[in-house]
């Protein structure tokens, strides 16, 4: 594989979601409803899950990671099992951003193991979560959406009280607590090729959470628990159709008639896309939770044109002679509102040169500089990636204190052979100052605690890294790298290697020494 090096030197929540303040009287402090939701602990009791997740078998990397173990093939086979029966190439083709689909498995044991009532209890008593932060607990009733959340953090008794008193509990990013669902949605981001995140929602029996109205996500229905009644809506208008924008709360006036109503049970999975009209509630004998698993927010070519276009003025100006010529003085006596009904010669002739120059500005849209700038953004967006305890033992995370206050030391060699962590996990970038490696390794799970990890490199390594992003899933040895000299070659693969984003094909040995020498 050649890789050149002459491009890298080309240039050296207090409101409820309609607007409203919350109202603060607790449900805990008003009538109850008419029929009593089942109590949590009867619902631990009913269901009797274990309360350490783990992911559906098909969302495992293999208990072995082969020679040739393939990131995107992974996130193809957890994509493919999401989705199962439907055909992965015909959802694409004939549903995704077009329709909703319904898939009844009539298994309730189908996503075992990604997460249960027992599991939110124990992530509630072991983790540190906070109201409007990590937990909502919300009422709909009677037409009106209110939020009771209390503030502060978001003890495990506190929250069940309000669900024992007809409260819906949302929990925000469970990926950020549960290992399982990190598992499965930094898994998935590399099929969608875009950030994967999720919400759970744990409903009482007989109640309804949340208001009609639509989102800014493809959405991914998981019903883990119980029985959930949905009804989804068609877009009031062509405007509403892939949203760029989630809906204020809506009234049942304002959005016609349901095109799918439909009860889910626990293994049934529902996708509909952004800017379809939803709302959900409980049968009176069964409550619900469910994870909605959500994807491809602000990743449009819309996005991608606000990035690509005002840098292709900027080099039109610089450039191109046409750009930078003076408007004509009597433009604004022909063109403008007040003059849009009036046939002239110089509105034609101004119409005829401004799409001339609309023609001109294609010519240097920036596609590769947009595109890395979009995805330098999924990258921050991005969950670092979970590794196998095999990925661990080949990687810096493996390469740690022995327990007996001996430092391991492990060094590559010319030989050693590695490649990259995961296929997406980098992206170099071409900027003013110079080459840039984007990278989402050090991520937090928590979206956006950190800033955007990246690191300066030489322009003279950047064909190294290029080639490994190319060679993925193959590994490669430090010195075939297409660098002038073995110097090069270690400095890029030890500084790839310390930052955790590459993996060698067999752990390194390694030597001790003591801290004190």
Known sequence: MKSSKKKWHRRNSDTNEDGSSFDDASPRKRKKAAEKPKRFKQILEQNNLDATPELPSLCEAPPRTPYMFDSRVEADTCLEWLIHPYERNKFFRDVWEQKPLLLKRNNSR?????????????????????????????????????????????????VWDYFDNGCSVRLLNPQTFSRSVWKLCSTLQEAFGSFVGSNVYLTPAGTQGFAPHFDDIEAFVLQLEGKKKWKLYNPRSKNEVLPRFSSVNLSDSDIGNPVLEVELEAGDLLYFPRGMIHQA?????????????????????????ELIVPRALQLARENDVEFRKSLPCDYSRFVGIANSDIVSSGREEFEIKLKDLMNRLLHYIPMDDGVDQMVKRSIHDALPPLLTKDEKKRTIHGSGCDGNSRTRIVELEPDTRLKLLRAHLIRLAMEEDGVRLYHSADNSREYHKEEIQCLEINVNLAPAVEYLIHLYPKYAMVEELPLSTLEEKMEISTLLYDRGLVMTKVPLSSSASDDSI
């Open 281 to 305: 509630s409980t049968p009176h004998d069964s409550h619900s939770l469910h994870i909605t698993v959500s994807t491809c927010q602000n990743n449009t070519w819309g996005d991608l044109l």
């Open 110 to 158: 189908y996503y075992r193991g990604l997460f249960s009532t027992s599991a939110f209890d124990v992530i509630l008593r072991e983790k540190s979560l906070w109201f409007d932060k990590n937990i909502d607990v919300t009422t709909f009733i009677d037409g009106r959406r209110e939020t009771h959340n209390p503030g502060g953090r978001a003890h495990a008794a506190v």
